[in-house]
């Protein structure tokens, strides 16, 4: 299919934001030239895929969280009765939401946005002299693999959708009818394992490129993935076992994983690209603190904002760690301040540069996920033997890593739940949820929690639990979509 760049973002990004090329992050002005007179060079070509990049930095650190991971029952929020602003993004975790919500309409315009880029530099990429043929084919697979993670997110949140592939010429043809349909989400999943089967084709090995730059690794992890969303586990199994190949390892210390001094380590696969010296300071954390905080933890960075205290830790995810365990140390802290004692996601609070500003990644894909996933792929398959790859993940962060009698006869559950240990706050626990089923079970009875731990809760929280969200209001409005059942 041809693109739209879809909708009315579509008109506004032909106007594409380009990167500087000195260095991967360093940003560089706006520019104002279309695809078809500004790809002229290998150099342009590169400033167009940092684009890319940066988009996928920005839903990173934006409206991906919301739905990853405080939608799940590892995060809620520190209600703020001085503060009611922020109510749409409450919303999003109390399963309250209407169409008209702006988190979904970000999240659709900031996906799409990177599809658009992705698809201007396809099109324009095999009429661009490179210096070497090769290094044409490394970029053409990055793109695939932005591209392809970009629909993989939109098909588990919102299903049937828009699925374009190239650059409309005109108006016109952007806003024809070919372009407003939804397509299958099946149709859009055939597509995009193919793209991403070609990502790992083209791609490099872990250490062949320059960090933060997609790997075959990377392609393969998340090839997996799509495998398992469809229930395919013979075929993510055996993807995952040529990750087991290509150098990766953990780190022996869990905190160590995320420090800003280990950056793009052996466990790291594909991690979010900040850097405080070239003006990409990572900054998510600030809003993580507890808003009653001033600058205890905040320092001269502070004081926490009225709308901070975000993706705070739930009780049921407390409750399912050892307190000795090093993930439990590292991720979960508390702040008291005299009166309440307030849980508060400390996983990537590594201290600040400037006021609220750190030099933090984000781990998008890393090695212990793959190992846990490829344990539940062998527990689904009976390809091989889970318990030695999850010993593998938890002994690094408990002293005695060995299975109850208990976890051993429920290894799916067991599997689940170390997942949620190991991975909490990186955005996994939602789309676990939907893979598995559980989706509609685990936040119904995490919504009665939430009603018996905190009388702010309203009634019909948690009710309407939908596992499929709501196509934006205003696309519906001014593009004619099918809007999803029960929104």
Avoid at 343 to 367: A, C, H, I, T
Wanted: glycine share 8%; proline share 4%; net charge negative.
């Amino acid at each position: 299919m041809k693109n739209i760049a879809i909708l009315s973002i579509i008109l506004s990004t032909v106007i594409v934001t380009f990167i500087g090329c000195d260095d991967f992050l360093e940003e560089a002005p706006e520019t104002f030239q279309t695809p078809q007179n500004f790809f002229e060079t290998e150099n342009q070509i590169n400033e167009a895929i940092t684009g890319i990049y940066n988009t996928n930095r920005g839903l990173m650190n934006g409206a991906h969280w919301r739905f990853g991971e405080n939608r799940s029952d590892n995060t809620s929020f520190q209600f703020n009765p001085a503060d009611r602003g922020g109510i749409n993004n409450e919303e999003v975790d109390l399963f309250l939401m209407l169409a008209a919500n702006p988190n979904l309409s970000e999240y659709w315009n900031t996906t799409y946005s990177g599809i658009s880029r992705a698809n201007f530099a396809l099109e324009n990429i095999d009429g661009v002299t490179f210096n070497n043929e090769a290094t044409r084919e490394v970029r053409r697979g990055e793109i695939l693999f932005l591209r392809s993670w970009f629909y993989f997110n939109l098909a588990q949140l919102f299903g049937d959708v828009p699925y374009v592939t190239s650059a409309g010429d005109s108006p016109e043809e952007i806003l024809s009818d070919e372009f407003l349909e939804r397509v299958p989400v099946g149709q859009v999943y055939n597509s995009i394992l193919a793209d991403v089967q070609l990502a790992i084709d083209l791609l490099p090995s872990p250490g062949d490129t320059e960090s933060g730059r997609a790997t075959r690794g990377a392609a393969l992890m998340l090839k997996a993935k799509m495998h398992m969303a469809l229930q395919e586990f013979q075929a993510a199994e055996a993807l995952l076992e040529q990750m087991q190949g290509l150098g990766y390892s953990l780190q022996t210390d869990y905190a160590s994983i995320f420090a800003p001094d280990n950056k793009n380590n052996s466990e790291l696969v594909f991690e979010i690209q900040y850097s405080f010296t070239l003006g990409q300071a990572s900054n998510f954390v600030s809003r993580f603190v507890p808003f009653n905080s001033g600058s205890d933890i905040l320092g001269d960075s502070g004081p926490a904002g009225s709308r901070a205290g975000q993706n705070q830790p739930t009780q049921s995810l407390i409750n399912l760690y050892d307190a000795d365990d090093a993930r439990f140390v590292h991720n979960i802290s508390f702040y008291d301040d005299g009166t309440t004692v307030q849980p508060w996601m400390s996983k990537f609070n590594y201290g600040f540069e400037d006021q609220g500003l750190q030099d933090v990644n984000f781990p998008m894909f890393r090695y212990a996920d793959a190992l846990l996933m490829l344990a539940e792929c062998y527990n689904e398959t009976g390809g091989g033997d889970p318990v030695p790859l999850l010993l593998e993940v938890r002994s690094r962060s408990m002293a005695d890593a060995s299975l109850s009698a208990e976890e051993s006869s429920d290894l799916e559950q067991t599997i689940a739940d170390e997942r949620r240990r190991e991975l909490a706050f990186e955005n996994h626990r939602w789309f676990d949820l939907l893979r598995t089923g559980k989706a509609v079970e685990v936040m119904t009875a995490h919504g009665i929690d939430q009603k018996i731990q905190k009388p702010t809760v309203p009634t019909e929280a948690y009710i309407n639990i939908r596992t499929i969200l709501g196509i934006p209001l205003g696309q519906v409005e001014e593009f004619g979509f099918t809007q999803n059942e029960g929104w």
